[in-house]
């Protein structure tokens, strides 16, 4: 059986919802976008969702408003997407990698601390909940977590919460909700936890960064589109006050994200109970390491399952892939490392140290598919395929 390494589950509102932008007549951010806002606002608990069309456009105006710029030295993990770091070139400024935890593939408040003692030139940090594991942002006094490293020396944070939602921080707060002056940044891409085919939200409880962020979505206008439409008189007259970017999400797309936020809990409880039964059907074969448990006082998004070989049991991970892959499982490798990319190999600013974490990682990691309407037959035929992929992949495999 072909089990795709994502399927899109749309059976909700999302045709009715279609239906109703298409026969308004007004396709564009309008009357969706803001009831989008609102929703997605009220659902991580923050004062402002702004809405844009994607996660990269969401952490460009996120480290914009920041003041990110030319000169700006901004750590980025290297077990991300480009997009993460790029969105820091397009405004001038320059990014520093750091390695990850070995076996979360996170940035710790360890690796940062150890980071800023070095660098203290760093004014912004862009902590990645990668898979949809929210990094520890909050601590205590004596055991401090990202945010509170970060506000005790006056750096910014911009959370990439691509993969994280709906999630929750340690103690339960919502990822995307006020844990101190943080901007966070989500991503409806394709195959994401929610989507809306392409899109992103940034969500902030700072008035007047939401404020820089709304205008400068939309070509630093001071006034939105739907806000002229609306509006009887000087429906024409409006003012620039900056050169903003063409980054606003249409109606049709908060149609889709509307009806896909009504089921966003469902869709995560499903992943999760998916990630038990792989844990129950697949911890025991020791040539494989599962994600670690996630600690109990914080939701993970589940939007990825990664999992890891034992160096030790000499598989070869690409191999590895090609037998799953021959039998029909689609799968998937998060991430090439950054510092591995040619572009940012060249232009980031690097660790003469390395990235061990990040290289081990990448070297042994692989994704299987986890996706909520995955049957229980479409499950077992992941399950045995990975079961007889290992084996072959054993015979003759240089043991260390
Ligand atoms: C960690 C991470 N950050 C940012 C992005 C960018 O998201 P988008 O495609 O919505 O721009 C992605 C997309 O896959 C991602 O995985």
């Keep these: ?39 997605f606002a009220a ?23 920041a003041g990110v710029g030319p000169g700006s030295e901004v750590l980025v993990p290297s077990l991300t997407f480009t997009a993460t770091a790029e969105v820091v070139e397009y405004l001038g400024g ?19 601390k150890q980071a800023l003692d070095s660098h203290p030139s760093i004014s912004c940090v862009m902590p ?8 520890r942002m909050l601590g205590t006094e004596q055991d401090p977590g990202i945010v509170d490293l970060c506000h005790a020396r006056g750096i910014s944070v911009v959370e990439d919460a691509a993969h994280a939602f709906p999630a929750t921080y340690e103690g339960g707060k919502p990822v995307g909700s006020p844990i101190g002056a943080t901007t966070c940044c989500f991503s409806f891409y394709a195959n994401k936890t929610i989507t809306t085919g392409e899109g992103g939200m940034v969500t902030t409880d700072d008035d007047a960064v939401a404020e820089r962020m709304r205008r400068m979505r939309l070509h630093g206008i001071d006034r939105s589109t739907w806000d002229r439409h609306t509006r009887i008189g000087a429906a024409w007259e409006y003012d620039v006050i900056a050169a903003g970017y063409k980054y606003n999400l249409t109606d049709i797309a908060a149609a889709i994200g509307l009806a896909q936020l009504e089921r966003a809990q469902e869709f995560r409880g499903a992943r999760a109970r998916l990630v038990e039964a792989y844990r129950e059907r697949l911890g025991g074969i020791e040539a494989l390491r599962l994600p670690p448990v996630h600690p109990t006082s914080s939701h993970h998004a589940w939007h990825l399952f990664v999992i890891r070989i034992d160096p030790a049991s000499g598989i070869d991970r690409n191999r590895l892939i090609e037998k799953i892959n021959d039998q029909g499982i689609g799968t998937s490798v998060h991430y090439k490392p950054l510092h591995r990319m040619t572009h940012w190999s ?7 140290s390395g990235y061990p974490n990040a290289d081990d990682w990448y070297e042994h990691c692989l994704s299987l598919p986890l996706f909520p309407s995955m049957t229980p037959e479409e499950f077992e035929s992941v399950c045995t395929a990975v079961e007889s992929a290992v084996v072959e992949c054993l015979d003759g495999a240089p043991r260390q």
């Design 94 to 112: 320059r990014v520093r990698i750091v390695d990850v935890d070995p076996t979360t593939g996170l940035l710790t408040p360890h690796l940062l």
């Design 346 to 352: 060249k232009t980031a600013l690097l660790e003469p």
């Design 1 to 39: 059986m072909n089990v795709p390494f994502f399927r899109l589950d749309a059976n909700g509102n999302e045709l009715r919802y279609l239906r109703e932008v298409l026969e308004s007549g007004w396709l564009t951010s309008g009357e969706r976008v803001l009831d989008f806002e609102r929703a």
């Design 43 to 65: 659902s991580v608990g923050a004062r402002h969702a702004i809405a844009v069309n994607s996660c990269t456009a969401a952490l460009h105006l996120a480290c914009e408003a």
């Design 128 to 135: 990645v909940h990668f898979a949809g594991a929210p990094c």
